[in-house]
C-alpha cells in the first residue's frame, strides 16, 4: 500500500512509520521541518515538507495514497486552540475530497465524544465532524487515552517540590495509554480496509493517580511521592509560572476539570476495548531512565 502520515516523527508517528515500513507499504512522512528530511529516510520513508496549514500541499501529498493518517499537531502559540485546530481539520478535508483518498485514520481523543467542556479535545471533537461530512470517505476515528508521557511534564515538579500533582484528585480514575500502543493500533486498522464512519478506542492501563504517584515515585527512588489536588486557580497559575501560554494552561486546567468530574470517561466506559500491552509499570521504568 501506498500511505502518507502526519505527524513528523512525533510520539505516534515514528513507530507507526516503522511498522509500516517493515510490513512492506510505500510510507510517505509528512514534517514542517526539512530538518527532519534524514531521520525520516533513515527509517526507509519518504519525506515530504510542508504545512499542513497549506492545503495545496497536503492534497500534493495526500494524491496517490491508497490510505492516510491524520493527526492535529500541537500549537502552543495558538491564540485560539480550538480555532486552529478547525482550521487543520478544515484543511485536511479539502485536501482528502480535491486528492481522491478513501481511507483515513483520524487521531482523535477520549473525551472527543463532547462539545464542551475538555479543554484542547474540543478542537478533536469538532475535527470528527468535519471529516464524518466527507461523502465516500471511510474515516476511522482512534480515540486514544491519557499518554503515559504527558507525565513527563511532571519533572520539574517533582525535582523540585517533591510531588506530583493536578486539578484532580488522588482516587479519580485516569485511563492511561502509551503511545508506541496507539501506533500498533493504527498500523493495525490502516492496514486492512474498512467502511464508514467509526470509532475505535486505544488504552493501556486504568490507574489513580495515587498509583501513578507511587509507581513513578517507586521508580525514581522516592517511594514516598505523593499525589497533590491542587485547585483549578493553582493549577493555571503553576502552569503560567512554568512558562505555558495562557491559552494552552486555561485549556489544560478544563481538561483536569473533565478527569476531576469523570465526563472525559463516560463514552469510554460504554465502549471499552481490550487494553493493550504496557502497564503503567512499564512506563514507570522509562519516565525513570529520563528523569
Not at 478547525?86 to 485514520?105: C, D, E, L
Request: aromatic share 8%; glycine share 10%; charged share 20%.
Amino acid at each position: 500500500m501506498k500511505i502518507t502520515i502526519t505527524g513528523s516523527l512525533g510520539n505516534i508517528s515514528k513507530p507507526l512509520a516503522q511498522t509500516l515500513v517493515d510490513a512492506g507499504h510505500q510510507v510517505t512522512v509528512i514534517s514542517s521541518s526539512a530538518d527532519k528530511v534524514k531521520a525520516i529516510e533513515d527509517l526507509g520513508a519518504t519525506a515530504t515538507i510542508g504545512s499542513v496549514e497549506d492545503t495545496d500541499f497536503l492534497t500534493k501529498a495526500f494524491t496517490g495514497a491508497d490510505a492516510i493518517y491524520t493527526m492535529c499537531p500541537p500549537n502552543n502559540a495558538a491564540a485560539d486552540f480550538r480555532s486552529f485546530m478547525n482550521t487543520v481539520g478544515q484543511n485536511y478535508a479539502a485536501a482528502i475530497r480535491a486528492s481522491g483518498v478513501k481511507q483515513v485514520v483520524n487521531l482523535s481523543s477520549i473525551g472527543a465524544h463532547l462539545t464542551e467542556g475538555t479543554g484542547p479535545i474540543k478542537g478533536l471533537h469538532d475535527v470528527e465532524q468535519i471529516f464524518n461530512e466527507l461523502e465516500g470517505v471511510s474515516i476511522k476515528h482512534m480515540r486514544p487515552a491519557y499518554f503515559y508521557v504527558n507525565l513527563y511534564g511532571s519533572a520539574d515538579m517533582i525535582r523540585h517540590g517533591g510531588i506530583i500533582g493536578g486539578n484532580y484528585g488522588e482516587t479519580a480514575p485516569l485511563v492511561l495509554v502509551h503511545p508506541k500502543d496507539i501506533a500498533l493500533a493504527i498500523a493495525g486498522e490502516i492496514q486492512q480496509p474498512f467502511t464508514g464512519k467509526s470509532i475505535r478506542y486505544v488504552a493501556s492501563d486504568v490507574r489513580t493517580p495515587a498509583e501513578v504517584a507511587t509507581a513513578l515515585g517507586t521508580a525514581i527512588g522516592k517511594p514516598d511521592l505523593k499525589w497533590v489536588e491542587f485547585t483549578d486557580e493553582q493549577a493555571y497559575d503553576g502552569m503560567i509560572q512554568a512558562g505555558l501560554p495562557a491559552e494552552l494552561a486555561k485549556n489544560y486546567v478544563e481538561m483536569g476539570t473533565a478527569i476531576r468530574n469523570g465526563i472525559l470517561w463516560e463514552d469510554f466506559k460504554v465502549n471499552q476495548p481490550e487494553f493493550s500491552a504496557i502497564k503503567l509499570e512499564d512506563f514507570a521504568k522509562e519516565f525513570a531512565a529520563a528523569f
